[in-house]
């Protein structure tokens, strides 16, 4: 079964950093590309970045350009997001998507409030 | 404002057929396949439709999900109350290599 655990939300003043993290297993994490997805308070669903499979390449929407930092460790089945300068409408809950086989899969979320 | 186009609302009452639209561009759904994402309240995305049109292992042959030139449509029969909730769609654009998404469409079973 192929499960996602985010975590590393919180709460953090403008301008802070965090660094999520999403742990996973049931699949071949080395043999697909990685996703962060975020959603603000009552909002739609927006793509952050995403990187290839060996982490040789990496995409970012472009609000989050220079900011942020998608990475990946295959040996620990893990995906990760350094968010620096964080801003207000950063606000969101993030989330780790893959596509395995066809659909995709999408962890339960973690929190990240940033406080003006 | 969204890349791709959904209408804000959709609404039917049990045992209708519903269909959510999804408008996009030549760079986005007119080169690369639809997601269709169901979200209830409270809970993360949950993949309906990938492909244009498959269903994921599970998901109710209610669902089901098409693709003509620059946009796709997500119809839903046999409408239930569970049906409510929010439908996305999502699609991979060339021109910002990044992928994105449709505003979302609240479903209400009225």
């Known amino acids: 079964e192929v499960q996602l655990v985010e975590s590393g939300g919180g709460l953090v003043h403008r301008g802070g950093s965090l660094r999520l993290s999403c742990v996973t297993s049931?699949?071949?994490?080395?043999?697909?590309?990685m996703n962060w997805v975020r959603q603000a308070p009552g909002k739609g669903l927006e793509w952050v970045a995403n990187?290839?499979?060996?982490?040789?390449?990496?995409h970012y929407v472009d609000s989050v350009k220079g900011r942020f930092t998608i990475s990946r460790d295959n040996a620990k089945n893990s995906l990760y997001l350094q968010m620096n300068s964080l801003r207000v409408e950063d606000t969101a809950v993030y989330y780790c998507?893959?596509?395995?086989?066809?659909?995709?899969?999408w962890g339960q979320g973690t929190l990240v409030t940033v406080s003006s | 404002q969204s890349v791709l186009t959904q209408p804000p609302s959709a609404s039917g009452t049990p045992g209708q057929r519903v269909t959510i639209s999804c408008s996009g561009s030549?760079?986005?759904?007119?080169?690369?396949?639809v997601n269709w994402y169901q979200q209830l309240p409270g809970t993360a995305p949950k993949a309906l439709i990938y492909?244009?049109?498959q269903r994921p292992s599970g998901v109710p042959d209610r669902f089901s999900g098409s693709k003509s030139g620059t946009s796709a449509s997500l119809a839903i029969s046999g409408l239930q109350s569970e049906d409510e909730a929010d439908y996305y769609c999502?699609?991979?654009?060339?021109?910002?290599?990044?992928?994105?998404f449709g505003g979302g469409t609240k479903l209400t079973v009225l």
């Open positions: 998507v893959t596509s395995v086989g066809g659909p995709d899969y």
């Open positions: 049931g699949f071949t994490f080395s043999g697909f590309w």
């Open positions: 990187i290839k499979e060996d982490g040789s390449e990496m």
């Open positions: 030549s760079s986005n759904i007119g080169s690369n396949t």
């Open positions: 492909s244009d049109s």
């Open positions: 999502a699609a991979w654009d060339d021109s910002l290599s990044g992928r994105v």
